[in-house]
């Protein structure tokens, strides 16, 4: 079958289109395991991040070549031990899938997928679509679970795969004021995003500054959403400074503000032992979780890392349904959907491992004229 690999870990520049890579052997398919035809790829930081071999300890594929990619939309070709009667979906079904196990195999002709993450995909809504949904906007649905429509939120990384669909979540919960921060603020008021302000982080300090787009935000923020990394050193050393303390732009935990991330303070981390990893997500935040509610609650907003993503399947349930219903519209950095060959491939794994993206990268597969 047609294949994206790579040979070994490193940069974009690895990958390169084969045609002769083993196709899945539908005989051999692991118990509830599934064998889709592949019509579009998303990609997400952590694809880069394998890639590189930054935490091949971890996430390292377990040989080479490998076929790099987790998040998908394809079509059903076999189903191995898993009853259609209970999942809703069956062969020749359209079906969007976030990877459980590890971020590889979908940008293959064909792919392996499990059930835990899998739903069958609305008429209405594209393949391309439906591969950047099921890849961001259910992380996004869960993050927006965690804050309340009588909040006031600011959203560093706004324009992100995750950030796109975060805001569009809080729209639809009416939170009270949502603000948007990224390198392309006017991106953010325009629909589908539609933050009420927005911030350049590139011109403005987020953490300093108090009027967006002609808005005066005299009023502090309960919830920062930090989906770029860094924030917490920074209200850290606001916090030892009297006057900066005042200026604080986000409510301390005793008046019940508090600092969401899914990142760690260098979001281009490395990890090359299990013991590295929990210090990186476990320990640090466990102490910064009870430092922040216990020590110094009254000059810090209360920390949680968001580590632990639903892999609740009604989390994609629910965001395809809203996305046929048009509440919910998938962002796509429009230089893509980019082409399944080794250029479009490379350009695409380029554009994600620079931070920059508008949305989300999507790679359409080989089998683009199936929808």
Known sequence: ?????????????????VTDYPKPNVNELPKRKMLVKTLAVALAPGDARVLSGDCKSLQGPPSFPYIPGGDLCGIIIDMNDVDPSTVGYNVGDRVAARFTEGP??????????????????PENVSSEDAAALASSATIALSLSRRISSKERVVIIGAGGGVGSHLCQFLKLKGVELMAGVSREPERLLKEPILCDCALDYTQKDVYDFHEWNNINVTEKFDTVVDLAGGGWLRLLEQSKNEDENEAMIVKTA????????????EPLFKINSIWEGMKLFLFTSLFRAIYSRLNDRAKLPAYTFAMSIDNDVQIMKETLKLASENKLKA????RGPFAFTTEGAQDAFKLQ??????????IRGPNVGTN
């Open 1 to 17: 079958m047609e294949a994206i690999i790579s040979h070994g870990y490193g940069t974009y520049q690895n990958l390169k289109l």
């Open 104 to 121: 590889r195999g979908a940008l293959g002709e064909y792919a392996v997928i499990a059930p835990d993450m899998t739903e069958k995909v």
């Open 254 to 265: 005793k008046e019940g503000g508090r600092y969401l991330t899914m990142t760690p303070d």
């Open 331 to 334: 962002c796509i950095d429009d």
């Open 353 to 362: 491992a620079s931070r920059h993206v508008r949305g989300k990268v999507v």
